[in-house]
Structures are given as structure tokens and as C-alpha cells.
């Protein structure tokens, strides 16, 4: 159990209306309506042309942009346990603002596109570096036994700030059409600093402790730093509830990988071959589809964690995942087929790692939660990759995923629902 720190909260009965809680998920919150506003501009680098999509090319692109954060980010993170996470959050937005600007101007003056993947590549970087920052921080901010409902509200309000900037970025865009493509592109993306400047004034609202580190120590130098990655690996080792958790999350999360890649290469390349305006919109009912269940998960596992316990729920969704990627293997795959599938998987994936995160967080100490988050994140995005990988191997001469990775995820998914991944067995949210 984790000793109260330096900074900490005291325990409220509304958790959520905690100052403390609030300034840190206000920080959030701006960060992901930049995010929003910034890929709003960005839509026009996206691939979805009147050509078939290319499996390998989803795998690649997949690989471009999570693989280099992925490894880094562990060597990373021994940052996030030796300095400042308040500090980690200023520096970082402000970092953010710069790289970001530096993509406006390229996407504004007509650049060539690897100049702005470069720098689009940098910018998710420091973005995935920030967010483990805020899931190392938020255990300083709510009390131990509300971690789960705080996992669960984050990133739902989240992703709601991040849709609410696409649109705020999708008008921007309509409105500043006639200055030419490129340069209304420009001045969206450069809208987006803005709400990465004004995030990292709201971190300033927070005090420099506050968010940990408990103990602070001299940040290492590069030797020390791949020491920092052993000791949290070792930790890890020490800590099962966490480390099962933490597998059991990744595995969920390849399998529902494999699911969505299926999807949108079986909509695109089977069910609506030869129309990619249908293909498009099929894959957008089956996201929504998706999104509707990470928010139904947000709101079930909650409740069912105060009744029956993490690991219980843990162990239903896992149960619930298994079932879906059995289902993606052998029923046929039609469109309404893949969205009902897609809100099962959207509220097996979510409902595993809403309950995964509270676990880490409240059995790994505070001193080595940046590191192991930082983990968690590599295995999250080697999850993606490696699905995306796996549905490209085994896609036939189509394009059309065979169902071989689909019942093969199944079955691995259905075996880790016995790794130790809840500790006590008694009720706790």
C-alpha cells in the first residue's frame, strides 16, 4: 500500500471536486483539445483514397508512429521519477507548443510531407511522455480507493476534449478555406498551440511537489538512467498484482488491435471493395461503435469494481474479449456484424484498463511509477504494432484479412484471465 506523500490530498468524500484532481485533469484537458485541433488540420495527410487499403501500409504507419516513442519512452520515464511531474507537465506543454508551431509553418508553407511527419513524430512523442506523466501523477490527487472511478472519468472527458477540438479545428478549417489549403492547414495547426500554452499555465496551478516524486534525487545521467529502467523492471518483478495487470492490459489491447485493423481492412477491402466513400463511412459507425463502449465501460467497471472487486472485473472483460475475437473468427462480416463488435470490444478493452491502471497505480510506489508507466505505454503501442503486423502477414492477395489472428488472440486473450491480476479478493473501487 502506498505511504501518504508530501503534497497529498486529503481524503474528500466527492473526490472528484478535489482541487487537486481538478487543476491536474484541467491540464489534460487543454492538452487534448490541442491534440484535437492540430490532427483536425492534419486530416488531409490521412490515407483514405479511392485505392485499396494497403495492409502492409497500415502496419507501416502503425510502426512510424508509435514505435519510436515506444523506445524511447521507458528511458524516458526515469525522468518522471527524478524530477519535478508538475514540472515534467509545464516543461513538456511548452516543449509541445514549439514542435507543434514548427509543423504549422512546414503544413503553411507547402513543405515537403517527410519535414511534417518529422516533426508530427516529435510532437506524439512529447504527447505520449505527457501523458504518462499525468497517470504517474494522479494517485496524488485522489484517494487510493478512488482510483478506478478516476481512471475511468479522465480519459473519457479526455477524448471528449479531444473530439471537441477536432470540430473546433473542422470549423476553423471552413472558415479559413479561401486562404489556400496549405495555409489554412498552417493556421489550424498553429491554432492548436494555444491550448498547449494555456495547458502548461494550468499546470502552473499546481505546486512543484505536489505530484511527486516523494523522493527527490539528482536526475541521472545516461548511465544511470538504464539503471533506473533495470531497478523498475525489478520492481515490477516484486509487485505481481501490477505486473499481471499490466500484461493482461496489453494483451487485451493487442487482441482488440487485431480487431480494428480487421475491421477497417474487411469494410474497406471486402464488404464496400471498389466504393471507398461507403468503406469510410462504415469505418466511422464502427469507431463510433467503439467509442460508445470505451464510454460505457467508463461508466460500468466503476461499479462493478465497488461491488465485486478489480480483479473480478478484470476477469469479465477479459472473458467478454475472448468471446468477441471468437466472434470476429467466425461470423460473417458484415458491417452492422463489425459494429456490434466493435462496442463488445470497445467495453472489454476500456474495462481492463480502467481497472489495470488503478491496480498499477496503487501497487507500484511512487518513486518508480514514471518508469513503469512508461513501460506500460511501450507495451500498449508494441501491442498495436504487432496486431497491425499480424493482420498483414496473414491478409490474402485482397487485402482481406484470413481469420487465423483473430482465433489464435482469442485464445491467448482467454488464457491470461488467469494471471494474478487482483490481489485482494474484497471489494475495492
Given at each position: 500500500m502506498r505511504r501518504p506523500s508530501a503534497g497529498e490530498p486529503v481524503t474528500t468524500s466527492v473526490w472528484w471536486r478535489a482541487p487537486a484532481f481538478v487543476r491536474l485533469l484541467l491540464v489534460r484537458l487543454l492538452g487534448q483539445v490541442g491534440d484535437g485541433v492540430t490532427q483536425a488540420a492534419l486530416a488531409s495527410y490521412a490515407l483514405f483514397s479511392d485505392r485499396q487499403a494497403d495492409p502492409v501500409e497500415l502496419a507501416a504507419a502503425a510502426a512510424v508512429v508509435l514505435l519510436p516513442y515506444s523506445v524511447l519512452g521507458p528511458f524516458v520515464g526515469v525522468?518522471?521519477?527524478?524530477?519535478?511531474?508538475?514540472?515534467?507537465?509545464?516543461?513538456?506543454?511548452?516543449?509541445?507548443?514549439?514542435?507543434?508551431?514548427?509543423?504549422?509553418?512546414?503544413?503553411?508553407?507547402?513543405?515537403?510531407?517527410?519535414?511534417?511527419?518529422?516533426?508530427?513524430?516529435?510532437?506524439?512523442?512529447?504527447?505520449?511522455?505527457?501523458?504518462?506523466?499525468?497517470?504517474?501523477?494522479?494517485?496524488?490527487?485522489?484517494?487510493?480507493?478512488?482510483?478506478?472511478?478516476?481512471?475511468?472519468?479522465?480519459?473519457?472527458?479526455?477524448?471528449?476534449?479531444?473530439?471537441?477540438?477536432?470540430?473546433?479545428?473542422?470549423?476553423?478549417?471552413?472558415?479559413?478555406?479561401?486562404?489556400?489549403?496549405?495555409?489554412?492547414?498552417?493556421?489550424?495547426?498553429?491554432?492548436?498551440?494555444?491550448?498547449?500554452?494555456?495547458?502548461?499555465?494550468?499546470?502552473?496551478?499546481?505546486?512543484?511537489?505536489?505530484?511527486?516524486?516523494?523522493?527527490?534525487?539528482?536526475?541521472?545521467?545516461?548511465?544511470?538512467?538504464?539503471?533506473?529502467?533495470?531497478?523498475?523492471?525489478?520492481?515490477?518483478?516484486?509487485?505481481?498484482?501490477?505486473?499481471?495487470?499490466?500484461?493482461t492490459a496489453s494483451v487485451v489491447r493487442w487482441g482488440f488491435g487485431l480487431l480494428a485493423v480487421s475491421a477497417v481492412l474487411t469494410l474497406r477491402n471486402s464488404t464496400f471493395r471498389g466504393d471507398a466513400d461507403q468503406a469510410l463511412a462504415a469505418v466511422a459507425r464502427f469507431t463510433g461503435a467503439t467509442a460508445v463502449g470505451f464510454l460505457a465501460a467508463a461508466v460500468l467497471a466503476p461499479w462493478l469494481a465497488r461491488r465485486l472487486g478489480r480483479a473480478a472485473v478484470v476477469r469479465l472483460a477479459v472473458v467478454l474479449a475472448a468471446g468477441v475475437l471468437l466472434a470476429a473468427g467466425l461470423a460473417p462480416s458484415t458491417e452492422l456484424g463489425w459494429a456490434v463488435l466493435g462496442l463488445a470490444g470497445g467495453v472489454a478493452a476500456q474495462g481492463v484498463k480502467v481497472c489495470a491502471d488503478a491496480l498499477v497505480q496503487e501497487h507500484v510506489d511512487d518513486d518508480f511509477r514514471g518508469r513503469v508507466f512508461s513501460l506500460y505505454d511501450l507495451a500498449f503501442n508494441v501491442a498495436v504494432v504487432t496486431a497491425a503486423v499480424s493482420v498483414a502477414a496473414a491478409a490474402d492477395d485482397r487485402g482481406v484479412p484470413t481469420t487465423g489472428p483473430l482465433l489464435a488472440a482469442a485464445l491467448l486473450v482467454a488464457l491470461v484471465a488467469g494471471l494474478r491480476v487482483g490481489g485482494p479478493r474484497r471489494p475495492r473501487g
Open positions: 525522468l518522471l521519477d527524478r524530477w519535478s511531474r508538475r514540472q515534467v507537465l509545464l516543461v513538456g506543454n511548452l516543449v509541445r507548443s514549439a514542435v507543434v508551431l514548427v509543423v504549422a509553418v512546414l503544413v503553411g508553407s507547402d513543405a515537403p510531407e517527410v519535414g511534417v511527419y518529422a516533426a508530427v513524430l516529435v510532437a506524439l512523442g512529447v504527447n505520449r511522455f505527457l501523458l504518462s506523466g499525468l497517470s504517474a501523477a494522479l494517485p496524488h490527487t485522489v484517494p487510493v480507493e478512488d482510483l478506478t472511478p478516476a481512471n475511468a472519468l479522465t480519459p473519457t472527458l479526455g477524448t471528449a476534449a479531444f473530439v471537441a477540438g477536432l470540430g473546433l479545428g473542422g470549423l476553423l478549417r471552413a472558415a479559413l478555406d479561401d486562404r489556400g489549403e496549405a495555409v489554412a492547414n498552417g493556421l489550424v495547426v498553429a491554432a492548436g498551440v494555444a491550448a498547449y500554452l494555456l495547458a502548461a499555465g494550468a499546470a502552473l496551478l499546481t505546486a512543484r511537489r505536489a505530484l511527486g516524486p516523494d523522493h527527490r534525487v539528482v536526475p541521472p545521467s545516461p548511465r544511470h538512467v538504464a539503471a533506473g529502467l533495470v531497478a523498475a523492471l525489478r520492481h515490477l518483478r516484486q509487485r505481481p498484482v501490477a505486473a499481471g495487470a499490466l500484461v
